[in-house]
């Protein structure tokens, strides 16, 4: 049971047109630019505004990437991008014909402009494009033209053959002028140099050049440039100017208007994975008299104010993944070219001859991927659950209950599965005298386990009978039993030997966990056998109740949530800004530790239930989007997802990743299959990797970095190894695995030369008095700074809620988490409830989600049902 993408709304995007539209005469440079037009629907007709971008997914191995929008027509329904090909994905995405559908498309990402209504003594508005940059350009004078502004457009273009969307930018212009570099545009609106446009060499010029020229903000006039253009528009008549374009063109253009008193935004294409504020690769540093702070480009802009910029690092951050991008152009099934050396260290690293295919080399990482913690067997379940001594008494809630967010009841999925409740169920008239009953389970047990056709069928379902009681017991509190009993740290809870088992206090916890994700396997993976037994069945949904209840995040918040609410018999529909459901599941969880295809699973179980799941759909604004869709509640669980930086200097080198980015690659984009899926992997081969952190995060990615070819890789935290807060399973399988841990230090900057990492700064600590959490706090020893090497550093000290959700309208706590009743979940906002990591915060699990999505289910369903 896997979800088909058929059954998930919001993909297959249909193309309308795709054809090109300029190219460039040279055939060394070989140009080309399309235009798409995509069938999206007329429902964003109130949620698009100009400036704003899509994420896009030609394939299922495709990479996500953001697209500037041209237009879209809310009265059609029709999405128009422009694209230039350029890499592997823009070639992929110009071959796809019109009828032909997108995997995937995500609309509508990022801020729009300001368009609030101009002042009458200053309503020009400059709108500055160059080569592509045209696009964002003549989105925003379109939309700046409705708003009442005079629009002055400057395009440019390398040559007048890839001069695009002119006659559009003319209609929504008060004046267009038009600059080529190698002067080949002559027609209207050309730019040039003195009296008359004499020859090319009088028309070589560049937007900056007439963007200096037409405003005049009291410069020296007497110089000989361009003057039929000189001092058009007063610079106090100027409300603000937009650029878009190449890096270089707007970090030029943006020297020219500062000293201009102008307000001018830049439109940033920065390298990003997911485009919601998720991954920080994207991240910039705005800087302004009021000190400097860090904004996203998918959730902040695109659109910056560009005189608080840093144009150096906007330069720098993007070429982080141009050596891959190169790489990813390369053949599928040859290993040649410039980009060689990556693919044979990738087989030296992994025992592969230097010329193997990308199929071989994508493999062989797939196989560091695989599940490695292994599943309990049948036996050892058995003896697990005979440890466990709790009675089933009404009323009573023993300590392991007690000690789970989700309240269940351990004594009732152990009790089927005690040796004496088995040895009945297979032989309710007893067995022959002389014959241990427990010798005949453990042989049946075996058989059932490893070789299930040799089981006498009655025996056979016995067992299955017995287990799909366990697994009933259990999924009555948890709809996601195997993902829980994978990855939640019982230890610290329904096992902890103080709060949880009391058989821990003698060293004989019943691994509760475990017991949980054998229960669950083996329904799953028996799921055929078992739907043909009689007494086989999902579980029951009430009748339908009329109400609609909207859940944003799939993960495993939401899931609970939407399952328990669907069993109570209401509509639900969640919403996923991703183009896979399970949030933190697929896109933080690596493979290694909880496969991919376990929370399709559960996906496909809660869908089966009745849910309906939308991907590819932000929802900022919830109480808006609740009201306008006629829902009667919400949730919101849209997690923890934006990256904590150290906020030290150098963390915007090259090289340096949050554990957001690395892992949303490496996992949820398959990027360790890299390049049979065309997402590029960070670049860690034989490198000495650095990972700032002590929770499960910082785990995963360390263990990662080694999978993908690391020479080294160090955890670095500030506390003791006592106090490290990662599960201490995970703890213990980095270390087995050559994990190194440094620990009582504290980094003061992460060193560059030529804006690559090649090194950490860092103070050791002591631990001084306890802290809000109770635990000790670091302390800097400053007198001594040490250094170490490394060429990739991983930040994962935690996140914060996620941008893309619009907190304006919450009442919020000092940390910007959504303030709830403790009881209900319920926000400031009548009808909207919250919980997970978005009102949690970092130090949420898997499970206190989960716990979190069935309180407030439960706290929907009174409020719907009152």
């Not at 047109?17 to 460039?24: G, H, K, S, V, Y």
């Not at 055929?528 to 918040?557: C, L, N, Q, S």
């Not at 934006?642 to 949303?664: C, D, H, I, Q, S």
Request: one cysteine or more; hydrophobic letters at 40%.
């Amino acid at each position: 049971m896997q979800p088909s993408r058929d059954s998930l709304r919001g993909t297959k995007i249909v193309v309308v047109e795709n054809a090109p539209i300029a190219r460039d005469p040279d055939p060394d440079r070989a140009t080309v630019i399309h235009r798409m037009r995509l069938d999206v629907g007329r429902e964003w007709g109130e949620e698009y505004h100009a400036g704003q971008f899509v994420m896009l997914r030609v394939d299922a191995r495709g990479e996500r990437i953001p697209l500037t929008v041209a237009d879209y027509d809310p009265d059609d329904g029709i999405l128009t991008l422009v694209y230039q090909v350029v890499g592997a994905t823009t070639r992929a995405l110009a071959v796809v014909p019109a009828g032909g559908a997108l995997e995937d498309v995500t609309f509508p990402l990022g801020r729009g402009i300001d368009l609030s209504p101009p002042d009458p003594r200053r309503d020009i508005a400059i709108v500055v494009g160059g080569g592509i940059g045209v696009v964002p350009a003549h989105a925003k004078a379109k939309a700046l033209d409705a708003a009442g502004y005079r629009v002055v457009s400057l395009m440019g273009s390398r040559t007048a053959p890839l001069l695009i969307l002119l006659d559009a930018m003319r209609k929504v212009s008060d004046a267009c002028y038009v600059t080529t570099d190698d002067g080949s545009y002559e027609g209207p609106g050309a730019a040039f140099v003195g009296a008359e446009m004499a020859g090319p060499e009088s028309r070589a010029l560049r937007v900056t050049n007439v963007l200096e020229q037409v405003v005049a903000h009291g410069r020296d006039d007497t110089a000989p440039h361009m003057p039929h253009f000189r001092n058009l528009y007063p610079a106090d008549q100027v409300a603000k100017i937009y650029l878009s374009g190449p890096d270089p063109m707007m970090a030029a253009a943006t020297e020219v208007t500062r000293g201009m008193g102008i307000p001018t935004y830049a439109s940033l294409n920065s390298v990003m994975v997911d485009g919601s504020g998720m991954c920080g690769g994207c991240k910039v540093t705005l800087r302004s008299p009021d000190g400097e702070r860090p904004a996203y480009t998918c959730t902040d802009g695109p659109v910056f104010d560009a005189h608080q910029l840093d144009w150096e690092e906007v330069r720098t951050r993007g070429s982080q993944y141009r050596w891959q991008e190169s790489l990813a152009q390369a053949s599928k099934t040859e290993t040649s070219g410039a980009d060689a050396e990556f693919l044979a260290a990738t087989a030296r690293r992994f025992g592969l001859a230097e010329d193997a295919t990308a199929a071989e080399l994508s493999d062989a990482m797939e196989s560091q991927f695989r599940h490695a913690a292994g599943y309990m067997k049948f036996e050892d379940a058995i003896e697990a659950c005979d440890r466990c001594v709790c009675k089933i008494a009404e009323g009573r809630v023993r300590f392991c209950t007690q000690g789970c967010p989700l309240g269940i009841l351990v004594q009732l999925f152990t009790q089927p599965l005690k040796p004496d409740a088995l040895i009945e169920r297979l032989w309710p008239d007893g067995v022959d005298d002389g014959v241990n009953p427990r010798d005949l389970l453990e042989g049946v047990v075996r058989r059932a386990e490893t070789d299930p056709e040799s089981c006498e069928p009655a025996q056979l379902e016995a067992v299955d009978q017995a287990i799909f009681q366990a697994y009933e017991a259990l999924s009555d509190h948890n709809p996601i039993p195997e993902i829980t009993g994978l990855v939640c740290p019982q230890e610290r809870q329904c096992e902890d030997p103080l709060a949880g088992c009391i058989r821990a206090r003698k060293g004989q916890q019943v691994e509760v966990g475990s017991v949980e994700a054998f229960i669950a396997r083996w329904i799953r993976a028996n799921r055929d056998r078992m739907e043909a037994y009689p007494w086989f069945h999902e579980h029951p949904v009430g009748d339908p109740t009329g109400k609609r209840v909207m859940v944003i995040g799939t993960g495993p918040a939401g899931l609970v949530a939407a399952a328990e609410l669907v069993i109570e018999g209401h509509e639900v529909v969640m919403y996923e800004t991703l183009h896979e459901p399970g949030g933190v599941l697929v896109y933080g969880i690596p493979e290694f530790r909880l496969p991919n295809e376990i929370v399709e699973y559960e996906i496909a179980r809660i869908m089966s239930l009745g849910v309906t799941i939308e991907v590819n759909r932000p929802i900022a604004d919830a109480r808006e989007h609740m009201q306008r869709h006629g829902f009667d509640a919400a949730f919101v669980a849209t997690g923890a997802g934006t990256a904590k930086f150290l906020g030290v200097p150098g963390e915007n080198l090259t090289g340096v990743y949050t554990a957001n980015e690395f892992l949303v690659r490496v996992n949820f984009m398959k990027a360790y299959r890299f390049p049979e899926y065309t997402t590029p992997v960070p670049d860690v081969i034989g490198k000495r990797v650095a990972v700032f952190g002590g929770g499960n995060v910082a785990m995963d990615s360390a263990r990662c970095a080694l999978r993908l070819g690391a020479d080294s890789v160090t955890v670095m935290y500030r506390r003791s190894e006592a106090e490290i807060p990662s599960r201490l399973e995970e703890h213990v399988a980095a270390q087995r695995e050559g994990v190194q841990f440094q620990y009582l230090v504290t980094p003061y900057e992460l060193m560059g030369e030529d804006g690559q990492l090649v090194g950490v700064g860092y103070y050791d600590n002591t631990l001084g008095e306890p802290d809000e959490d109770g635990r000790r706090r670091p302390v800097a020893v400053t007198e001594h700074p040490r250094e170490a090497p490394a060429e990739v550093a991983i930040v994962a000290i935690g996140q914060d809620p996620n941008p893309l959700l619009d907190l304006s309208a919450y009442d919020l706590d000092r940390t910007g988490r959504i303030i709830v009743d403790d009881e209900t979940l319920e926000t400031s906002m009548a009808g909207v409830y919250a919980g997970g990591d978005a009102v949690a915060g970092t130090g949420g699990t898997v499970i206190f989600a989960a716990g979190c999505g069935l309180m407030a289910a439960r706290a929907i369903h009174a409020r719907l049902s009152a």
